[in-house]
């Protein structure tokens, strides 16, 4: 008889817990209704502490606040802010009425700032008043008038934001009640950007739906209750901090603990000790900066039993000792990308060390994952590599207004193409293997080449660009832009580069190396052979080591 043949690199999620079908709004009151008495918010920075039915009287006040403003079903409203309290209010406020919240990245400069404003038509945002280097007014005075659909600007911790809640707090919740029994479970709720390929970033749109049940599915296989205290050190701009950090706790009554308005290591460590966190988050590069912090042994990490590591390929040295040193027993791997909300396999509790050191686990519950032939579509047999491709509740709307590019993304069929190269074994777990495009991790950050290449055209001396991700034993990747010059300029320095950069493209879109070349490698077809760059500037740099790091 003939061999069967192999299984195929397919896995569904099953599970006995259902789907939530409700909306955010509508999930939260349940959740305030349960354990109203119970802490939900600790902004550590600001100060502030909010049980959870404290939290439901400031976010029903800004929904009513918003209202009031003239805001509604389907009204973007834009958040440019580190992570503070405000932020989760927003989050919340603008759900109970159906605005749909657009996630802005407190790194963008004036030029990233304005086309997110206008690509999405934001009527009102709330940005922060100034965070490290940023001034956050004066760049919104830059571009107000070249946004036609901005109507209201509300700085947080000024006037207008109190305003904003004085309006609110008087106003009527039967109203606000009549206006959450209107929304739809799939309807768009929120648009976070993710930089494109083709130059300019592209708004993930996202239901009720799609980020309540992966925030509520990703706690439960963390083992998440209401005596849970969750540390989140990620941003809230991400999924990893709106959607893995405060859906995850307020559909399962877990406090919210903000350590810093942005990633402090210290920071971290202390408001771990002091809340008696059982759960921490982080990117490979934050759990390593707390693990080398020099006062690390002075704080006491008792408490925490579980956590996750995700954003980028996570080093087994660094999962080792966040088990052992940490003591996370429980630590979790998570793989997604925005556009699925963005979970799809994770780790198990239960899972062998050794699983959750080479692998990023299987798939969720109600997802379902295969590995592809990218030129045919075939479903490969398990052990071979080809494109992880997802489908199932968390799969986003699309593109906000880019019917398009939806199109390249998510198939006929409804599956999701992640573009990641991935192997599944014979139990289902996945391996991240690589990228089909050149996208760059670096420390969590999604880079795409082709928008850094574009800027840098506009340089006057620069003729053509190329930008890759090296090896970097902090962030995981750096970027490396390789250029040529146009006849009679001067070779531009790295450090040249960067003044050309900064202020008009986030910081961690400026590349850190720059080679300047007479021609790229090219193939016999003409493309340029971004491999063959990549392998030779980490021999140029002295990037064998960092190269040679090991990664799950």
């Not at 006995?16 to 079908?21: H, Q, Y």
């Not at 559909?251 to 919210?256: L, V």
């Not at 060390?353 to 398990?382: C, M, N, W």
Request: proline letters at 5%; charged letters at 20%; one cysteine or more.
């Amino acid at each position: 008889m003939p061999d069967a043949p192999a299984l195929p690199s397919y896995a569904s999620g099953t599970s006995e817990v259902p789907l939530l079908g409700d909306t955010i709004g509508d999930n939260f009151d349940r959740t305030v209704a349960a354990f109203g008495d119970r802490d939900a918010l600790v902004d550590r920075a600001g100060g502030g502490r909010w049980t959870y039915r404290e939290l439901a009287a400031e976010v029903d006040a800004l929904a009513l606040g918003l209202v009031a403003r003239g805001l509604g079903k389907g009204d973007r409203v834009g958040i440019w802010s580190p992570n503070r309290a405000e932020w989760t209010f927003l989050q919340y406020a603008t759900a109970k009425i159906g605005a749909i919240l657009v996630n802005i990245n407190p790194a963008y400069r004036s030029h990233e700032l304005e086309y997110v404003l206008n690509q999405a038509g934001i009527r009102l945002l709330v940005a922060s008043d100034a965070f490290k280097t940023s001034d956050y007014p004066a760049m919104v005075e830059e571009v107000r008038e070249k946004c036609a659909a901005l109507e209201h600007v509300v700085i947080l911790g000024g006037e207008g934001w109190q305003a904003l809640l004085d309006a609110g707090r008087g106003g009527d919740r039967a109203q606000l009640a009549h206006l959450q029994a209107g929304l739809s479970a799939d309807d768009p709720i929120n648009i976070q950007y993710t930089s494109g390929t083709t130059g300019f970033p592209k708004g993930a749109t996202l239901s009720h739906h799609n980020i309540l049940n992966n925030g509520y599915f990703v706690g439960e296989l963390c083992g998440y209750t209401e005596r849970d205290k969750v540390c989140i050190p990620v941003p809230f701009y991400h999924c990893f901090g709106m959607v893995m950090g405060n859906l995850a706790c307020t559909s399962h009554g877990a406090c919210m603990v903000i350590p810093a308005p942005a990633f402090d290591p210290r920071a971290t460590l202390e408001a771990v000790a002091a809340e008696r966190c059982t759960s921490l988050y982080g990117v490979p590069t934050m759990f390593i900066a707390e693990l080398s912090h020099p006062d690390f042994g002075e704080f006491d990490l008792s408490f925490l039993r579980t956590g996750i590591m995700a954003g980028s390929p996570c080093p087994v040295e660094v999962m080792k000792q966040v088990i052992d040193r940490m003591g996370m027993a429980e630590v979790s791997i998570c793989y997604g990308m925005t556009e699925t909300s963005p979970v799809s396999t994770q780790t198990r509790a239960d899972d062998s060390i050794e699983r959750r050191v080479s692998t990023v686990g299987r798939v969720g519950p109600h997802l379902e994952v295969k590995v592809v032939d990218p030129e045919t579509g075939l479903t490969v047999p398990r052990g071979e590599p080809g494109e992880l491709c997802t489908r199932g509740y968390s799969v986003m709307l699309g593109y906000w207004e880019q019917p398009d590019k939806t199109a390249e993304a998510i198939d006929a069929a409804r599956w999701m193409h992640t573009g990641d190269l991935a192997v599944m074994d014979t139990d289902g777990y996945v391996n991240i293997t690589g990228r089909i495009k050149d996208m760059v991790i670096r420390g969590g950050e999604n880079l795409y080449p082709r928008e850094i290449e574009e800027f840098l055209y506009t340089h006057p001396d620069i003729l053509d660009a190329q930008v890759i991700g090296v090896p970097d034993e902090k962030y995981g990747e750096e970027l490396m832009a390789w250029v040529r010059m146009r006849e009679g300029a001067s070779p531009l320095t790295a450090e040249a580069v960067r003044e050309f950069c900064s202020g008009k493209l986030a910081h961690y879109k400026i590349p850190r190396y720059v080679h300047v070349v007479a021609a790229f490698p090219m193939t016999v077809t003409g493309k340029v052979r971004k491999v063959e760059m990549r392998e030779k500037s980490i021999s140029l740099l002295g990037l064998e080591k960092a190269a040679a790091t090991k990664h799950a």
